[in-house]
């Protein structure tokens, strides 16, 4: 009990070192989603509006690769980046570059294969009505994805979700350095470890909470959303 | 001084099956045509490919501006409209279904949102602009169509089953709507329709599709 109530204390006395690891943590997983966004959206939106060869199977690894454990990711990033790896000249290795990288390579099929999702359930009357009233096939395009957003949206807020939640491969690649890679979820495992409690609990306090805001984000635009699917 | 269609021996399949066997027609600039026919018998095929967003298999659609062929591009295209029986409706306000068609051609907003006003305005939606268009009632949702068709002052336009989800009182409005359009503007209007005396009240000629093919009746 009583390290309930040190973790309230923590928290609300704006603890440095607990404001640190916060900051880190959104900082990391911020970075990572805005990389996998920048990448998956397009590719994405790519495979939800044409048809190709290897489209289909494209969409299988991308799907498998959603359910990816964190610590091979973390396992094969770690080779790639160690000092006698191929990108060890790079010294990224114990970097909050490396967490990003290993939060991207998570997060990159979550929002990819959302986007794809979202924009093949487009009713194909929407490229049909942009095309009789006057679009190219590039403001056709644009439309549908303007007409998928809610479901883009919710596939990038479910990508955070589980990159803000994910501990294995930051560990591995992170390190757990106090003060330089330690982030919320690692700073948990390493603290219960300790049997530091009140830390420990206070980012699980903070964690939950972020989570919490996160799903009534995702039902609010869902919520939205819904309008479009009751037609 | 205006745009002119003529299709020949247009063929379209789907899956194998055909559909339109060789359709040949001339459609007159300013004139009202009905074209009707058997749930399934064609046509919703044939205005879409008249409306150049689906290509035939075989034949030709020829549009010609004062007797002289005007190439197929997508500046042809955006001269004439089709409102699909589905319409399509856009997930965002009436107001901006209807400026959609104006903001692709690059008009500026300003002046695409005085065009829209008034199309819905013309169409009886004005004061439903800012609602989500996609809570219209289905014959709201019908005129909401046609305001996206009529701000774009197409040359000709067509309407396939305008009416046929909608019920008496908007099916007045419609035909209404359709007939000022003719009158005010001279547009080319090309309809499908199940209701004979609606083909009468509205059209000079009604085609019927038949086995791919028009027959005379
Ligand atoms: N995109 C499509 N894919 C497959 N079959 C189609 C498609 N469009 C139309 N058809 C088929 O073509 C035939 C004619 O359809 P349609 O032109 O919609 O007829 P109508 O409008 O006269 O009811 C129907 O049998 C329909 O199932
Ligand atoms: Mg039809």
Not at chain 2, 35 to 44: D, L
Not at chain 2, 61 to 82: G, Q
Request: proline share 3%; net charge positive.
């Amino acid at each position: 009990m009583n390290e309930i109530v040190k973790a309230f204390i923590l928290i609300f006395s704006l603890d440095k070192e607990l404001m640190g690891i916060i900051f880190l943590s959104l900082k990391v997983s911020g970075l990572a989603l805005a990389a996998a966004t920048v990448i998956g959206l397009p590719i994405g939106a790519f495979l939800g509006l044409k048809r190709f060869p290897l489209r289909r199977i494209i969409i299988i690894i991308l799907n498998t690769f959603m359910g990816l454990p964190p610590v091979v990711v973390g396992l094969f990033l770690y080779l790639l980046l160690s000092r006698s790896g191929p990108l060890g000249f790079m010294g990224l290795l114990y970097s909050p570059s490396a967490m990003v990288i290993a939060q991207t390579i998570l997060a990159f099929p979550i929002v990819t294969s959302l986007c794809h999702s979202a924009i093949v359930n487009i009713n194909p009357i929407i490229k049909q009505a942009s095309m009789t009233l006057g679009a190219t096939s590039a403001q056709a395009a644009v439309t549908i994805i303007k007409e998928a957003r809610y479901g883009i949206m919710s596939g990038i807020i479910a990508a955070f979700g589980r990159v803000m939640a994910e501990v294995g491969a930051i560990l591995i690649v992170g390190g757990n350095i106090a003060g330089y890679t330690r982030v919320m979820t690692t700073t948990i495992a390493l603290e219960t470890d300790k049997g530091n409690f009140e830390l420990a609990l206070a980012l699980g306090i903070i964690l939950l909470t972020i989570s919490l805001f996160i799903n009534l984000f995702l039902h609010l635009i869902q919520q939205r959303g819904i309008i479009q699917a009751n037609i | 001084m205006s745009l002119t269609l003529t299709v020949s021996d247009i063929w379209k399949s789907y899956k194998g099956i055909p559909v339109l066997k060789g359709c040949s027609f001339s459609f007159d600039a300013g004139a009202t045509y009905a074209v009707m026919g058997a749930n399934g018998s064609g046509k919703s095929t044939f205005l879409r490919i008249c409306a150049l967003i689906e290509n035939p298999a075989k034949g030709e659609v020829h549009y010609f501006y004062n007797s002289s062929a005007v190439k197929n591009d997508i500046e042809l295209r955006r001269r004439v409209t089709l409102v699909l029986p589905g319409i399509g409706i856009f997930n965002t306000t009436a107001l901006s279904n209807v400026t959609y068609g104006l903001k692709i051609r690059g008009i500026k907003k300003s002046e695409a949102i005085k065009r829209a006003s008034e199309a819905l305005e013309f169409v009886g939606l004005f004061q439903k602009r800012n609602q989500n268009a996609l809570t219209l009632s289905s014959g709201e949702a019908q005129r909401l169509g046609i305001a996206r068709a009529v701000v774009i002052e197409p040359e000709i336009l067509f309407l396939d089953e305008p009416t046929s989800s909608i019920d008496e009182k908007n099916t007045e409005i419609v035909e209404d709507i359709i007939f000022k359009m003719k009158q005010q503007r001279g547009t080319t209007i090309i309809l499908t329709t199940h209701d004979n005396s609606q083909a009468e009240r509205l059209a000079e000629k009604t085609l019927f599709i038949r086995e791919g093919c028009f027959i005379s009746r």
